[in-house]
């Protein structure tokens, strides 16, 4: 019975995380650990057994945290941890309803995700891809005036759709190619950040009839799912390039393919899609003009080593009761 009264609370980690994380868990001797020691997403029923009883859930982007999951947990469950600065996989309402508190991880992927959004948009408006292809598999002809010609950033305007750290960060690493404008789209005018990076506020409809290039940088929430439709589409120039690292909901993609494949704009390069991974013979895939990425964004050893170590201490903060150094405001 003594024995029982000493056990620590117990975590449930829904996967192997980078060795920042783990050891700053291991080495809190506040907890006890638990872990889905695989690569791959724990089975859905395997969450459900093993989150019950827990008072800890640290979590990746992949599992779905809602109703059903908090039930299985019961009422010991009061921190979920995420290793993600996105939140969309979190039933909010369903986590304040139960008190649960939330951390995420933010400003630690910025960098990141600003430098695979820019490597992204120059593989897909300079067709990097594609002429690699060519160079390998025999396409490589003679030097031809027109051939592989894509677009460039020198004084073009680049339209950010949701300006928040990560759009601020992709606009100071553009900068130097030569932009011209930057117009953003939000919910509301940011005249602070837009101030950093001299951008002009603007409706999505002018957004999209004068930018060279659009890049998606919001949050998936309701009122951005599905944003980037038809009615978006149809509005750019079809020499446009479309570029989208935050989540594949904010994307009509059944409309994004329309697009590409009738010359309404001229490329996209997707990081993310849904589902994930996108099957081998959806569409998208088909089309010369598309790159697709497998949501690699935040991908440096560095930074996801730095997202583990957050998350592991938003967890044992709110393990403790203590203010998180990131959590979500519920
Ligand atoms: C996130 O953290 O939400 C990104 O999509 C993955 O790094």
Same mark, same amino acid.
């Given at each position: ?39 791959? =997403?724990?089975? +859905? ?12 859930l640290y979590c990746l982007l992949t599992e779905k945290i809602d109703e059903e999951v908090l039930r299985a947990a019961g009422p010991s469950l009061k921190v979920v941890s995420t290793m993600s600065v996105g939140y969309d996989h979190l039933s909010l309402d369903d986590l304040k309803k139960r008190g649960i508190r939330v951390g995420y991880t933010p400003d630690v992927l910025?960098? %990141? ?5 820019? %490597?992204? /948009? ?8 594609? %002429? ?15 051939? #592989? *010609? !894509? ?11 949701? /300006? ?8 100071? +690493? ?14 509301? =005018? ?13 409706? #999505? ?12 940088? *919001? ?8 944003? *980037? ?6 509005? #750019?120039?079809?020499? %446009? ?6 989540? !594949?909901?904010?994307? &009509? ?8 494949? &009738? ?5 996209? !390069? ?53 203010? #998180? =150094? ?5």
């Amino acid at each position: 019975m003594k024995a029982a009264e000493k056990r620590l609370p117990r975590v449930y980690v829904t996967r192997r995380i980078p060795p920042d994380g783990i050891k700053i868990l291991q080495q809190s001797g506040i907890c006890e650990i638990e872990q889905w020691d695989s690569d791959d =997403p724990v089975p +859905r029923e395997e969450l459900l057994k093993k989150v019950a009883g827990a008072k800890g859930l640290y979590c990746l982007l992949t599992e779905k945290i809602d109703e059903e999951v908090l039930r299985a947990a019961g009422p010991s469950l009061k921190v979920v941890s995420t290793m993600s600065v996105g939140y969309d996989h979190l039933s909010l309402d369903d986590l304040k309803k139960r008190g649960i508190r939330v951390g995420y991880t933010p400003d630690v992927l910025t960098e %990141a995700v600003a430098e695979l959004t820019v %490597a992204l /948009l120059l593989a897909t408006s300079r067709r990097l891809i594609e %002429a690699a292809d060519e160079a390998k598999n025999g396409g490589w002809g003679t030097w031809k005036p027109l051939w #592989m *010609c !894509g677009n460039g950033l020198t004084q073009s305007t680049v339209g950010i759709i949701g /300006l928040g750290r990560i759009g601020e960060a992709i606009a100071k +690493r553009l900068k130097p190619f030569g932009v011209k404008q930057f117009l953003y789209t939000d919910i509301g =005018p940011r005249p602070e950040v837009a101030a950093r990076i001299s951008a002009e506020f603007v409706s #999505m409809e002018e957004l999209a009839k004068q930018s060279d290039f659009i890049t998606v940088c *919001c949050a998936l929430t309701p009122e951005t799912q599905g944003i *980037c439709n038809k009615k978006l589409f149809s509005k #750019m120039k079809n020499t %446009a390039v479309f570029i989208n690292t935050s989540r !594949g909901a904010v994307v &009509n993609q059944e409309d994004l393919y329309q697009a590409l494949s &009738n010359g309404q704009i001229s490329a996209a !390069g997707l990081d993310v899609t849904v589902p994930e991974p996108l099957p081998l013979d959806h569409p998208l895939f088909k089309l010369k003009n598309c790159v697709i990425l497998p949501h690699i964004a935040s991908a440096t050893v560095e930074t996801r080593n730095a997202m583990a170590a957050l998350a592991a201490n938003n967890l044992l903060a709110g393990l403790q009761g203590e203010a #998180m =150094p990131k959590e979500v405001p519920l």
